[in-house]
């Protein structure tokens, strides 16, 4: 059994010059074509032969026998294809007729791919604008695009965008370039079959680092996230969580946990979720409903039940705590609501925002490199919110 | 590119003229450059696409076909094309004429 080695191939696939001259170059040193990947090429070692390829693409994705058998009575062995590119092969020494003669003939071989080659770059490309157009209303819809770089969630897709981009980018250049071809060869120019490869080899092998690299910046951090996030039941008590708690805040010996949705063992309406990315390697976010069945809403509305939510960020970068405040502000703002955004300054924070219109009431508030934001539903005052809040922080503040 | 009646490429006439008797593959090959005078030889792959190409457009088709080799010859239709060419051919060389007299005044 012959050695197989396998070579990065030096060019795109639509380069046939190129590609004949470097399967030549590589049957000189002794490594002899067998079969050609997507990317990669197989080659078996063996004994270094002058050899001369070509490359001819077929009508049909399969190419027929007789065609095969055709070339094989002057001379000209089959070798492997890929996709419409089929190469065949014939010893120097055998000194066998070049395969196509005239070169208008030939640019009728094109005919068929070119068309494929066009669609599908159209296709491609109305493919990537839906795709770009998603992306980016996630991202800027909403005007919190520092948001959505901190949660991290977005960041996968939006690196898969951008190689889907360049895939785009790729099938646009193959149709360009076997339109080209084939108008040459209508000119009655043939094909360079000794086209150099090396320049473009360079240029193929720091694309493909560059491949290697998004794979691991894609795949490495979802691991990360996907094995630092989670969601619980929250406990009664969770003195080391930097979530506000409902019973801290309302002080009422009468309030009982108010359970609407269990599923999967969690507890929904009272949970804590935790989260990881880059930017905001801890993250938390808590949902929480009591009841207090002594007690009525003032409207009339039935048994009094409050409710507080949280949403908690340890930057990487404390730079972005400002711009992730805003951002916040915007999501979570609940303009429909009425009321102002009011900035307070205060001892324990470096940033205080309170937002309050009857018994709704939320704060956004920073200190050092952490951010929270704490929505509360119910008749305990503002100040039980802040202070609970400011006790919070200081877990994950430094 | 169907053939719609217009200039036929030379390799078009030729493997037409080659085809008036029956033939397959390499011979072929041979037959086209034994027609042309030993001018024209023609790769296997510019003869395949020409083969296929007009067999699709019915100018010839397949006259046998044992499975490993097939065997083509002229249509009706094609053999008029031929003769049309021919025609026409014919008539540029006529008009060339003027060239071998200019030549012969000299």
Same mark, same amino acid.
Request: no cysteine.
């Given at each position: 059994?012959?050695?197989?080695?396998?070579?990065?191939?030096?060019?795109?696939?639509?380069?046939?010059? %190129?590609?004949?001259?470097?399967?030549?170059?590589?049957?000189?040193?002794? +490594?002899?074509?067998?079969?050609?990947?997507?990317?990669?090429?197989?080659?078996?070692?063996?004994?270094?032969?002058?050899?001369?390829?070509?490359?001819?693409?077929?009508?049909?994705?399969?190419?027929?026998?007789?065609?095969?058998?055709?070339?094989?009575?002057?001379?000209?062995?089959?070798?492997?294809?890929?996709?419409?590119?089929?190469?065949?092969?014939?010893?120097?020494?055998?000194?066998?007729?070049?395969?196509?003669?005239?070169?208008?003939?030939?640019?009728?071989?094109?005919?068929? @791919?070119?068309?494929?080659?066009?669609?599908?770059?159209?296709?491609?490309?109305?493919?990537?604008?839906?795709?770009?157009?998603?992306?980016?209303?996630?991202?800027? @819809?909403?005007?919190?695009?520092?948001?959505?770089?901190?949660?991290?969630?977005?960041?996968?897709?939006?690196?898969?965008?951008?190689?889907?981009?360049?895939?785009?980018?790729?099938?646009?250049?193959?149709?360009?370039?076997?339109?080209?071809?084939?108008?040459?060869? +209508?000119?009655?120019?043939?094909?360079?079959?000794?086209?150099?490869?090396?320049?473009?080899?360079?240029?193929? =092998?720091? *694309?493909?680092?560059?491949?290697?690299?998004?794979?691991? +910046?894609?795949?490495?951090?979802?691991?990360?996230?996907?094995?630092?996030?989670?969601?619980?039941?929250?406990?009664?008590?969770?003195?080391?969580?930097?979530?506000?708690?409902?019973?801290?805040?309302?002080?009422?010996?009468?309030?009982?946990?108010?359970?609407?949705?269990?599923?999967?063992?969690?507890?929904?309406?009272?949970?804590?979720?935790?989260?990881?990315? @880059?930017?905001?390697?801890?993250?938390?976010?808590?949902?929480?409903?009591?009841?207090?069945?002594?007690?009525?809403?003032?409207?009339?509305?039935?048994?009094?039940?409050?409710?507080?939510?949280?949403?908690?960020?340890?930057?990487?970068?404390?730079?972005?705590?400002?711009?992730?405040?805003?951002?916040?502000?915007?999501?979570?703002?609940?303009?429909?609501?009425?009321?102002?955004?009011?900035?307070?300054?205060?001892?324990?924070?470096?940033? +205080?925002?309170?937002?309050?219109?009857?018994?709704?009431?939320?704060?956004?508030?920073?200190?050092?490199?952490?951010?929270?934001?704490?929505?509360?539903?119910?008749?305990?005052?503002?100040? =039980?919110? *802040? %202070?609970?809040?400011?006790?919070? *922080?200081?877990?994950?503040?430094? | 590119?169907?053939?719609?009646?217009?200039?036929?490429?030379?390799?078009?006439?030729?493997?037409?003229?080659?085809?008036?008797?029956?033939?397959?593959?390499? !011979?072929?090959?041979?037959?086209?450059?034994?027609?042309?005078?030993?001018?024209?030889?023609?790769?296997?792959?510019?003869?395949?696409?020409?083969?296929?190409?007009? !067999?699709?457009?019915?100018?010839?088709?397949?006259?046998?076909?044992?499975?490993?080799?097939?065997?083509?010859?002229?249509?009706?239709?094609?053999?008029?094309?031929?003769?049309?060419?021919?025609?026409?051919?014919?008539?540029?060389?006529?008009?060339?004429?003027?060239?071998?007299?200019?030549?012969?005044?000299?």
């Amino acid at each position: 059994m012959n050695k197989i080695v396998r070579k990065l191939r030096p060019s795109h696939y639509w380069r046939i010059g %190129e590609h004949e001259s470097w399967f030549a170059d590589m049957a000189a040193e002794g +490594l002899h074509l067998k079969k050609m990947g997507l990317h990669f090429a197989q080659f078996a070692k063996g004994e270094p032969k002058k050899m001369t390829y070509r490359i001819d693409v077929s009508l049909n994705k399969k190419i027929s026998s007789e065609q095969k058998e055709m070339y094989a009575e002057s001379g000209w062995n089959y070798v492997t294809s890929y996709g419409e590119f089929n190469v065949f092969a014939s010893p120097v020494e055998l000194n066998a007729p070049e395969l196509h003669t005239d070169p208008a003939e030939q640019s009728y071989t094109l005919k068929k @791919l070119d068309k494929k080659l066009a669609v599908n770059a159209v296709i491609v490309a109305v493919a990537t604008i839906l795709m770009l157009g998603m992306v980016s209303a996630i991202w800027f @819809l909403d005007g919190t695009p520092t948001l959505v770089l901190i949660e991290g969630r977005m960041i996968q897709q939006t690196i898969l965008t951008i190689y889907i981009v360049y895939l785009a980018y790729t099938s646009l250049q193959a149709a360009i370039s076997i339109r080209a071809l084939r108008n040459t060869l +209508l000119e009655g120019k043939s094909i360079n079959h000794n086209a150099p490869w090396k320049k473009h080899h360079r240029l193929t =092998s720091i *694309i493909a680092m560059i491949y290697i690299v998004i794979l691991v +910046l894609v795949v490495a951090p979802s691991f990360v996230q996907l094995g630092k996030s989670n969601t619980k039941t929250l406990p009664e008590v969770s003195a080391d969580l930097p979530i506000v708690r409902l019973g801290d805040v309302e002080q009422n010996p009468e309030l009982v946990r108010e359970s609407s949705y269990i599923r999967d063992n969690i507890d929904w309406s009272n949970r804590y979720s935790y989260h990881w990315s @880059l930017l905001a390697p801890i993250q938390f976010q808590s949902d929480e409903h009591g009841i207090v069945s002594n007690k009525m809403w003032e409207d009339g509305s039935g048994v009094y039940s409050p409710s507080v939510h949280t949403r908690v960020y340890q930057l990487s970068v404390p730079s972005m705590v400002e711009s992730l405040i805003s951002d916040l502000i915007k999501r979570y703002d609940l303009a429909h609501r009425g009321g102002d955004f009011i900035n307070i300054e205060h001892t324990d924070f470096d940033v +205080l925002i309170v937002h309050e219109v009857d018994e709704f009431k939320q704060v956004f508030v920073s200190k050092g490199k952490a951010v929270m934001h704490v929505r509360y539903y119910g008749y305990a005052d503002i100040s =039980s919110v *802040i %202070e609970s809040t400011a006790h919070k *922080i200081t877990l994950i503040s430094e | 590119m169907s053939y719609n009646g217009g200039p036929m490429t030379e390799a078009m006439y030729y493997v037409l003229l080659a085809l008036m008797n029956p033939n397959h593959g390499y !011979q072929l090959m041979n037959a086209i450059t034994e027609v042309s005078n030993g001018r024209l030889n023609m790769g296997p792959g510019t003869l395949y696409g020409v083969l296929s190409r007009m !067999q699709k457009d019915g100018l010839i088709s397949l006259a046998e076909d044992d499975g490993r080799r097939k065997t083509y010859s002229i249509t009706d239709d094609g053999e008029r094309a031929l003769r049309i060419e021919y025609s026409r051919l014919m008539a540029l060389v006529q008009d060339g004429m003027i060239l071998k007299e200019g030549y012969e005044n000299e």
